[in-house]
C-alpha cells in the first residue's frame, strides 16, 4: 500500500472542500483534496440551484437570521446560525471578488450558471483559487475508512482507476462529502452523493446528530422521459400548482407562506406526495407567467428556455413530483467546524445542527463557505500545532486488513438493481411520509442487503470493488437515517410522522444524538435544543 502525508486532508471537492482547502493552504499548510470524482465535479454544488442567502444587497441580517429560525422549527443551533448571518456577506462578496459572475438582488447572490449545472461556475471559481493557493487534487479515489493513531489521523482510500490501495497521514482531516440523498428514488443529487461521509464519521467516533430530518424539495420536473429537474422555487408561486381535479394546492393544503418552494419545502413536499399517493398527478401551469415574472429573479430566468421551449411549458402543464434534495442532520460541530474526535473537522451538507428540522432556501451555499472557510482555518491550526504523524503506516496497515477481514463473504449481488432497491425502500417507506410499521420495514429491508454485499480483497475489476465499498457505506447510513426517524415519534419540519402527526415540544424539543459503540453498533441520546437568539 502506497502512504503519503500532508498537513491538512480534505474530503470531498465541492464548495465547502473547495473553500476549506483554499483557507487552509493560505494558512501555510500543505494540503490535499481527495474527491471520487474529477476535482469539483459530480457534486451537490454543481448540480445546486447556486443561490446564496446572505448577500448585503438588498437583505438584512435581521431577516436572514428570523427566517431560517422559523424554517428550522425550534432545533437550530443558535450559534452556528448567528455565524452564519454574521458571515455571510463577506464571504459572498469574497467570491466575487475572487471572479465568480453573479448578481446580488434582495439578500441573495445568483451565480450565473446554466440549467441544469447552475453551481458549475461556483466551483470553477473556487478550483481556480485553491489551485493558484498551492492545493494538490487526488480524484478517483474513494475514502473507505478513518484511522485514528496517538499522532493524529489517517485514511484508507481505494484508487478506483488502477485498483490500488492509498494510506495518507495527515495532522488534520475535513469532511466535506456532501449528503444522501442519492439514497432516494427521486432525487436531485450527483448519482455518487450515497451518504457515506457520515458512515466514515460514525465509524471514526464522532457523534451525528438529527439525521432523521431529510428535506424533500416539492418541485421536480416528473414528465416521462425527461430528467428530474429542479423548479425554480418562486414560479410555484408564479404559475397554477394543481392536481387532475384542478384544484389549487397551496389553497387546498393552507400553505400561506411566501415563496412557498422556499420558505414552506416541507409542508409544500408532504403536501404534493400526498396528493400523488392519493392516485392523483400535480401539475404546474405555467403558460400565463409573463416574461416579466419570469425574469424577476435569475434563478427562473435560466432556465425559461428548458422548461418554456425545450419541454414543453408554453404549451401545457408539466407534471411535478418531490425529489430528496438535502439532509439536514449530520456530524455535530462546533463553530470552526471541530468535531468529537480530535484533529477531525466537517463543513456543508454533511455537518448537522445549522439548519434544524427543515432548511430555508440559499442557506446550503451559503454554509459551504462561511464554515468551510472556518474548519479549513482550523484544520490547518491544529496541524500545526499537533505531535506529527510518525509510526501511522503501521496503523494504516492494521486497519485495512480490519477493514477487509469485517465485511461479509462475498455473494454474487449486481450492484445496480442493488441500490436501486435500496431506493425505492427508502422512497416508500423511509422517504416524505413515515410511520412505524414502514419503517420497520424499511430497516429489516436494509439489514438483509447489509448482508448481501461483501469483498474479494484482490479484486480484477477496481470499478467494481470501490461500488462494493461505497455501498457499505451507503447503507449503514440509510439505516442511521430510518432509526432515527422511527424514534422521533412526532412530526416536525421536514420529518413527518403519519402515526404522531403533531409537533411536540414538550418530548422532542432538541436533537437526536447517535455515536457508534464498542461493538460496531449505534448508542442513541437525546439533548435539548438550547435557546435560539430572539
Not at 449481488?413 to 432497491?421: H, P, S, T
Not at 477496481?462 to 457499505?472: C, D, I, Q
Not at 415540544?505 to 461493538?519: A, I, M, P
Request: with cysteine; net charge neutral; aromatic share 6%.
Amino acid at each position: 500500500m502506497e502512504t503519503l502525508e500532508v498537513d491538512v486532508l480534505v474530503v470531498g471537492a465541492g464548495a465547502a472542500g473547495l473553500r476549506a482547502a483554499i483557507e487552509a493552504a493560505t494558512s501555510k499548510a500543505r494540503v490535499l483534496v481527495l474527491c471520487k470524482g474529477a476535482p469539483g465535479g459530480g457534486t451537490s454544488t454543481v448540480m445546486s440551484g447556486g443561490v446564496f442567502r446572505g448577500a448585503s444587497r438588498g437583505g438584512t441580517p435581521g431577516s436572514h437570521l428570523s427566517d431560517t429560525l422559523r424554517a428550522g422549527r425550534g432545533i437550530n443551533q443558535g450559534s452556528l446560525v448567528e455565524i452564519l448571518v454574521r458571515e455571510s456577506p463577506g464571504r459572498l462578496q469574497e467570491l466575487l471578488d475572487w471572479g465568480l459572475q453573479g448578481e446580488a438582488r434582495g439578500g441573495y447572490l445568483f451565480a450565473s450558471g446554466a440549467a441544469p449545472a447552475w453551481g458549475k461556475p461556483i466551483v470553477d471559481c473556487l478550483r481556480a483559487k485553491a489551485q493558484s493557493a498551492g492545493v494538490d487534487f487526488m480524484g478517483s479515489t474513494l475514502a473507505a475508512r478513518i484511522i485514528r493513531f496517538s499522532a493524529g489521523l489517517g485514511l484508507l482510500a481505494y484508487r478506483i482507476k488502477d485498483g490500488k490501495w492509498m494510506g495518507i497521514l495527515c495532522g488534520s482531516m475535513v469532511l466535506a462529502t456532501g449528503g444522501a440523498g442519492a439514497l432516494y428514488a427521486r432525487h436531485d443529487n450527483p448519482q455518487g452523493m450515497l451518504g457515506g461521509g457520515y458512515s466514515l464519521a460514525l465509524e471514526a467516533g464522532a457523534q451525528l446528530q438529527d439525521m432523521e430530518f431529510v428535506q424533500f424539495y416539492p418541485l421536480g420536473l416528473a414528465e416521462p422521459g425527461l430528467p428530474s429537474l429542479l423548479i425554480p422555487p418562486r414560479l410555484a408561486d408564479k404559475g397554477l400548482l394543481c392536481n387532475g381535479r384542478g384544484e389549487e394546492l397551496l389553497g387546498k393544503h393552507g400553505i400561506q407562506e411566501r415563496p412557498a418552494a422556499e420558505r414552506a419545502r416541507d409542508r409544500l413536499s408532504k403536501a404534493i406526495f400526498s396528493e400523488l399517493r392519493g392516485g392523483e398527478e400535480v401539475w404546474l401551469d405555467l403558460r400565463e407567467v409573463g416574461e416579466r415574472a419570469w425574469m424577476e429573479d435569475p434563478l427562473s430566468a435560466s432556465c425559461r428556455h428548458l422548461l418554456w421551449e425545450r419541454y414543453g411549458g408554453a404549451h401545457r402543464p408539466l407534471r411535478v413530483a418531490p425529489m430528496a434534495h438535502f439532509l439536514m442532520g449530520g456530524i455535530s460541530i462546533h463553530g470552526d467546524g471541530s468535531t468529537h474526535v480530535p484533529g477531525l473537522f466537517a463543513a456543508g451538507e454533511v455537518a448537522g445542527g445549522l439548519h434544524g428540522a427543515n432548511r430555508l432556501g440559499g442557506n446550503a451555499l451559503a454554509e459551504t463557505l462561511v464554515f468551510g472557510a472556518r474548519a479549513g482555518r482550523a484544520a490547518a491550526l491544529w496541524a500545526g500545532k499537533g505531535p506529527g504523524k510518525q509510526q501511522g503506516g503501521g496503523a494504516l496497515e492494521e486497519g485495512l486488513h480490519s477493514l477487509l477481514a469485517s465485511l461479509p463473504q462475498p455473494r454474487a449481488v449486481e450492484l445496480r438493481g442493488w441500490f436501486g432497491k435500496i431506493r425505492q425502500c427508502m422512497w416508500e417507506k423511509g422517504g416524505i411520509l413515515r410511520n412505524r410499521q414502514g419503517l420497520q420495514e424499511a430497516l429489516g429491508c436494509l439489514e438483509d442487503m447489509a448482508r448481501e454485499v461483501g469483498v474479494v480483497p484482490n479484486s480484477p475489476d477496481p470499478l467494481g470493488l470501490a461500488r462494493t465499498l461505497e455501498a457499505r457505506l451507503a447503507v449503514r447510513t440509510g439505516l442511521v437515517i430510518l432509526e432515527a426517524a422511527l424514534r422521533r415519534e412526532e412530526s416536525r419540519g421536514a420529518h413527518f410522522r403519519e402515526d404522531f402527526p403533531q409537533q411536540d415540544d414538550t418530548r422532542w424539543l432538541g436533537h437526536l444524538l447517535v455515536k457508534q459503540d464498542e461493538k460496531g453498533g449505534c448508542r442513541w441520546g437525546f439533548e435539548p435544543a438550547s435557546p435560539c437568539p430572539p
